[in-house]
């Protein structure tokens, strides 16, 4: 159940400030209507230092009770995000970050990210650490004012409305079915992409050394003895992904 929305802005002076309009118009004024006890807070930055020292106060007040929705609003590109004095912050660098505040709060943050191109941070996700979220919403390509005021107004006032953010956005679906905007569940996308790598290996050789490669490929030590005893390759890829997910998430 979500509890908590939290907005940082860093956008030049000369831009629509489209977080604080969705602050002040939307996720507020629907906390009030709908007599939510979700808490939202909205934070205005002008560089990565600023940035940052919002984050580490998030990293030294979250609780493993309250599951929060982070949404930052920035230029982004495929590599990093971009604040108002011109900065950059790489998302690598930024998931170290988030992974630590997602620890601590039992895998319930979630991201979003209202910045062009924020999809890419899919595929800049490490899996050496513990995960940095639970899901992600964001574009694969750029977001315009116009869209980013549209879309995240539906959005929210579904979140709020249903206090899941998954319901939420089926909901919002329904209503905006021309949307850019993506969730990523990031178990269900790993599910997925790890399954077929794996199946992939088992295919291609049967006797290929599967702990050699994933053992460092995600940070885990197999069991080797107890991989080669199970039979089919359905067993070996949920014993390897049961192990990964037990690293992985912080329950």
Known sequence: MIERIIIIESIPEDEKKTGKELYDDIITKYIQFFNSEIKAEYYKVTSKSEFLEIIENITQNISNEI??????????????????????????????????????????????????????????TSLIDTAPYKSFISALNELSPYEIIEDNSILYEEIIKSKDIFQGFVNFLKRQQKTQLRIKDIKTVLDYILSIQILRFIVLDPNFDLKMFFDNYLNIVIDKSHLNNLKTSDEKIKYILEIFYQRYFVN
């Open 67 to 124: 599951e929060t929705i982070l949404h930052i609003e920035a230029h982004g590109g495929n590599e990093e995000i971009q604040f108002s004095n011109y900065e950059l912050l790489k998302w690598i660098e930024l998931e170290k970050k988030l992974s630590i505040i997602n620890a601590k709060s039992k895998n319930k943050l979630h991201l979003n990210l209202a910045t062009c191109h924020g999809m890419h941070v899919a595929e800049k």
